[in-house]
């Protein structure tokens, strides 16, 4: 092995590009079991080919819709999620591009069953078990395309007439359509504006009815959720008489269960830490039915910060029971087999990329793990990988800021060549605002790492995965709690007592709601000169603006996050909007924005660039065209990551 050398820190060579991340990436997006056959599949993002999703035969990696006419993916909700559904081989799917639903068999191409509409999205799907061309999906009309006019229901779509009939409306949102396993009951999730689904939402059970090739609904009963205080989500069946759903009315998202009548928790006691996380993306339960029977079930949890599986009983009172999984992020599971008791499920490593894993459990709920899709392997040694280090900060006003922490890591190098030098760190602010950074592999995190940066994920106030007290911390506060914690960490982890990272070298990045967070640290913070420099990906600037023309499902969140309408507090919104501080923003910023982002509109990066150039700061504006909330295509993805760095080395002073 050559001996390892000594340079300063940020300006470390490495083999981990951005066209090797483009390319070495697993872009998971989501998986489907067949119940009948309980074959996999998942679909897969291509970002070669313009950021389309694909459904792919997991076990055969087989592309099953491989040209480009294809998306497999819905703009329900613009976030989307629940796009595909497969029952007895027949793989019922939306397409982005006209919003219709398909239905296709292996070897024969995809046949529309809805008719031809590009105002309707469809999303959620479920079929009737008895009557199987019978789907219940959500059906969002965008027939009066402003976010106030858009209509969301449940409807039933009939695979054989190609036709869709209405079946409940009334609430705002609707998720989760759920068919008991003998077709007599429907279970679904429903919320309201201002609620989002994790705030305040509903579930609900009817009885259902086939009648001449359509379903009915008699006798809908509440099962739980409140507004405002208690969300209610995530129903399914665990067989034809007990329902499964999940409640935070303990403060922690616990599971629950209805049956003859009566909604109970299936813990003697509430459990302290969470058993679902929060309803961004359709279609994503927390948990799979383990058995036959529907007596046991595996839960994703979060705790610490990291994903973990718990067994619970369905049959309640006893408390769950934790299975030692080599994972720290799990996602998209569901049951493969119940007689075999096996589970299916996207696995990431603090080392290894997301993989497709199977689990089986036998009768001590021994667990045994295998691999469906594995995660690329990467072109250079995972000597390369920094492990992540989390901490619970105390911030000066005694409130706990989370975070997780990676130092400089690379095989050839054994630290600065400048005596005492302590490395540049990229502070990251997460989306959402309510979500949370986890500690699986992220290349783009391994991207600063080996070149000698450490790097800091703060889960702020406001973040989920520690309980509805630490969510609300954000409740009429956002824009100050968030950046306050970003600020405040960043300065712990650079102060004498930790000595770990440059104060003076310190960067700030954030994407939607973590861009907002990036702008407000820049612009609106007591003291602006926390960070060196800041990236804002599709970030917030005006308020004002954003509460009358972001998307419907988002549409009255900041009633939440900022204690009113514009109307109610007009003085907050001015405070809290960033481009109303533009002149006190003295660090350097880099805009990144897609130009069909219907969640946060390009008017805000606009405004946000014009307003500092106009008063003389440093900054740099990047338009990606055909790309929305997010980064999509592969050029894109590179130049995207590329220019952040660049900026970066020019501002520190670090490449020549």
């Given at each position: 092995?050559?001996?390892?050398l000594?340079?300063?820190?940020?300006?470390?060579?490495?083999p981990?590009?951005?066209e090797?991340?483009k390319k070495?990436?697993?872009?998971?997006?989501?998986?489907?079991?067949?119940?009948?056959?309980s074959?996999?599949?998942?679909?897969?993002?291509?970002?070669?080919?313009?950021?389309?999703?694909?459904?792919v035969?997991?076990?055969c990696d087989?592309?099953?819709?491989?040209?480009?006419d294809?998306n497999?993916?819905?703009?329900?909700?613009e976030?989307?999620g629940g796009?595909a559904?497969?029952?007895g081989g027949?793989?019922?799917?939306?397409n982005?591009?006209?919003?219709?639903?398909y239905h296709?068999?292996?070897?024969?191409n995809?046949?529309a069953v809805?008719?031809?509409n590009?105002?309707?999205?469809?999303a959620?799907?479920?079929?009737?078990?008895?009557?199987t061309?019978?789907?219940?999906?959500?059906?969002?009309?965008?027939?009066?395309?402003?976010?106030?006019?858009i209509v969301?229901?449940?409807?039933?779509?009939?695979?054989?007439?190609?036709?869709?009939?209405?079946?409940?409306s009334?609430?705002d949102?609707?998720?989760?359509?759920?068919?008991?396993?003998?077709?007599?009951h429907l279970?679904?999730q429903?919320w309201?504006h201002p609620?989002?689904?994790?705030?305040?939402?509903?579930?609900?059970?009817?009885?259902?009815?086939?009648?001449?090739?359509?379903?009915?609904?008699?006798?809908i009963?509440?099962?739980?959720?409140?507004?405002?205080?208690v969300?209610?989500?995530?129903?399914?069946?665990?067989?034809?008489?007990?329902l499964v759903?999940t409640s935070?009315?303990?403060?922690?998202?616990?599971?629950?269960?209805?049956?003859?009548?009566k909604?109970?928790a299936l813990?003697?006691?509430?459990?302290?830490?969470?058993?679902?996380?929060?309803?961004w993306?359709?279609?994503?339960?927390?948990?799979?039915?383990?058995?036959?029977?529907?007596?046991?079930a595996?839960f994703?949890?979060?705790?610490d910060g990291?994903?973990?599986l718990?067994?619970?009983h369905?049959?309640?009172?006893l408390?769950?029971?934790?299975?030692d999984i080599?994972?720290?992020?799990?996602?998209n599971i569901?049951?493969l087999?119940?007689?075999?008791?096996?589970?299916v499920?996207?696995?990431?490593?603090?080392?290894?990329?997301?993989s497709?894993?199977?689990?089986?459990?036998?009768?001590?709920?021994g667990?045994?793990?295998a691999?469906?899709?594995?995660?690329?392997?990467?072109e250079?040694?995972?000597?390369?990988?920094?492990?992540p280090?989390?901490?619970?900060?105390?911030a000066?006003?005694g409130?706990?800021v989370?975070?997780v922490?990676?130092?400089?890591k690379?095989?050839h190098?054994?630290?600065s060549?400048?005596?005492?030098?302590?490395?540049?760190?990229?502070v990251?602010a997460?989306?959402?605002p309510?979500?949370?950074?986890m500690?699986?592999?992220?290349w783009?995190?391994?991207y600063?790492?080996?070149?000698?940066?450490?790097w800091?994920?703060?889960?702020?106030?406001g973040?989920?995965g520690?309980?509805?007290?630490?969510?609300?911390?954000?409740?009429g506060k956002?824009?100050?709690?968030?950046?306050?914690?970003?600020?405040q960490?960043?300065?712990i982890?650079?102060?004498?007592?930790?000595?770990?990272v440059?104060?003076k070298?310190l960067?700030i990045?954030g994407?939607?709601?973590?861009?907002?967070?990036?702008?407000?640290?820049?612009a609106?913070?007591?003291?602006?000169?926390?960070?060196?420099a800041?990236t804002?990906s599709?970030g917030?600037?005006d308020?004002?603006?954003l509460?009358?023309?972001?998307?419907?499902?988002?549409?009255?969140?900041?009633?939440?996050l900022?204690?009113?309408?514009s109307?109610?507090?007009?003085e907050?919104?001015?405070?809290?909007?960033?481009?109303?501080?533009?002149?006190?923003i003295?660090?350097?910023?880099?805009?990144?924005q897609g130009?069909?982002?219907?969640?946060?509109?390009?008017e805000?990066?606009?405004?946000i660039y014009t307003?500092?150039k106009?008063k003389?700061?440093?900054i740099?504006?990047k338009?990606?065209?055909?790309?929305?909330?997010?980064w999509?295509?592969?050029?894109?993805?590179?130049d995207?990551l590329?220019r952040?760095l660049?900026f970066?080395?020019?501002v520190?002073?670090?490449?020549?």
């Amino acid at each position: 092995m050559a001996p390892q050398l000594n340079a300063p820190f940020g300006t470390w060579s490495s083999p981990i590009t951005a066209e090797v991340i483009k390319k070495g990436a697993l872009p998971l997006s989501a998986l489907v079991v067949d119940p009948i056959t309980s074959k996999p599949y998942h679909l897969e993002a291509r970002p070669s080919e313009g950021g389309r999703i694909t459904i792919v035969d997991t076990e055969c990696d087989i592309d099953l819709t491989p040209t480009k006419d294809w998306n497999v993916r819905t703009g329900v909700h613009e976030y989307g999620g629940g796009a595909a559904i497969v029952h007895g081989g027949n793989i019922y799917f939306s397409n982005l591009a006209d919003g219709r639903v398909y239905h296709l068999k292996e070897g024969v191409n995809p046949e529309a069953v809805t008719p031809e509409n590009k105002v309707h999205r469809f999303a959620d799907f479920d079929v009737h078990p008895i009557h199987t061309h019978l789907l219940v999906s959500i059906l969002e009309d965008h027939t009066i395309d402003e976010p106030s006019d858009i209509v969301n229901t449940l409807c039933i779509i009939n695979t054989t007439t190609k036709t869709v009939h209405p079946l409940i409306s009334g609430a705002d949102f609707y998720a989760s359509p759920k068919f008991s396993p003998d077709g007599t009951h429907l279970a679904w999730q429903q919320w309201s504006h201002p609620d989002m689904p994790w705030e305040g939402s509903h579930v609900y059970v009817a009885d259902a009815f086939v009648d001449s090739d359509r379903v009915s609904l008699k006798n809908i009963v509440h099962v739980a959720g409140e507004a405002l205080k208690v969300s209610a989500a995530y129903p399914s069946w665990a067989n034809s008489e007990t329902l499964v759903f999940t409640s935070d009315e303990s403060g922690f998202i616990n599971p629950w269960k209805y049956q003859n009548g009566k909604s109970t928790a299936l813990f003697p006691e509430p459990v302290g830490y969470e058993f679902g996380s929060p309803g961004w993306l359709l279609q994503t339960h927390p948990y799979a039915i383990l058995d036959d029977n529907g007596t046991l079930a595996l839960f994703i949890t979060t705790k610490d910060g990291r994903n973990g599986l718990d067994i619970v009983h369905l049959t309640g009172g006893l408390l769950p029971q934790t299975i030692d999984i080599p994972f720290v992020l799990v996602d998209n599971i569901s049951s493969l087999s119940r007689r075999a008791r096996e589970v299916v499920f996207s696995g990431g490593k603090v080392d290894e990329g997301v993989s497709v894993v199977k689990v089986a459990l036998d009768d001590a709920f021994g667990a045994s793990f295998a691999v469906l899709k594995p995660a690329a392997i990467p072109e250079f040694s995972s000597d390369f990988v920094s492990i992540p280090q989390p901490m619970s900060l105390k911030a000066p006003n005694g409130d706990l800021v989370h975070v997780v922490f990676y130092p400089p890591k690379n095989p050839h190098y054994s630290g600065s060549s400048v005596p005492g030098e302590r490395p540049p760190c990229v502070v990251l602010a997460h989306g959402g605002p309510t979500s949370i950074t986890m500690q699986n592999l992220s290349w783009t995190t391994q991207y600063f790492t080996s070149r000698g940066w450490a790097w800091l994920s703060v889960n702020y106030g406001g973040s989920s995965g520690y309980g509805r007290e630490y969510t609300s911390r954000l409740d009429g506060k956002w824009g100050v709690v968030d950046s306050n914690d970003c600020i405040q960490a960043a300065r712990i982890i650079s102060s004498t007592l930790y000595n770990l990272v440059d104060p003076k070298r310190l960067v700030i990045r954030g994407s939607s709601a973590g861009g907002y967070t990036v702008l407000s640290a820049l612009a609106n913070a007591p003291d602006v000169t926390t960070f060196a420099a800041g990236t804002s990906s599709f970030g917030i600037s005006d308020l004002f603006p954003l509460e009358a023309h972001t998307h419907k499902f988002e549409s009255r969140q900041l009633e939440k996050l900022l204690g009113g309408t514009s109307a109610q507090v007009p003085e907050v919104y001015r405070e809290r909007s960033p481009i109303n501080h533009a002149d006190r923003i003295v660090a350097p910023l880099l805009i990144l924005q897609g130009d069909i982002d219907k969640v946060v509109p390009k008017e805000q990066a606009d405004l946000i660039y014009t307003k500092v150039k106009t008063k003389g700061g440093v900054i740099e504006y990047k338009l990606y065209p055909g790309e929305g909330h997010g980064w999509r295509k592969a050029d894109t993805i590179v130049d995207a990551l590329e220019r952040e760095l660049g900026f970066y080395e020019h501002v520190l002073g670090l490449k020549s």
